[in-house]
């Protein structure tokens, strides 16, 4: 199945958009903040999510990590 149609397949895209993101922005940050409109835009503003929320974020990938080797 495609990311879009399950759920708990788009909320791991998503988390790992998110972290990625950050994790990108903490090395390299020019090359986000160049792009802070646009299509673009998209993964900056993934990357301050990441940074403002990462305790949250932590635990849902945590979570999430869990979710797929436990329930699944």
């Given amino acids: 199945q495609s990311a879009i149609f ?11 958009l998110i972290c990625t ?3 990108i922005r903490a090395l390299a940050p020019s ?3 160049k792009n ?3 299509i673009l835009g ?10 403002r929320k ?3 974020v932590a635990f849902c990938c ?5 979710s797929i080797l436990f329930v699944q």
Avoid: H
């Fill in 6 to 16: 399950n759920f708990q397949s788009l909320l791991t895209v998503i988390l790992l």
């Fill in 21 to 23: 993101c950050a994790y």
């Fill in 31 to 33: 090359l986000l903040d």
């Fill in 36 to 38: 802070k409109s646009g």
């Fill in 42 to 51: 998209i993964f900056w503003k993934c990357a301050r999510i990441g940074e």
């Fill in 54 to 56: 990462s305790p949250w």
């Fill in 62 to 66: 945590v979570l999430m990590a869990f």
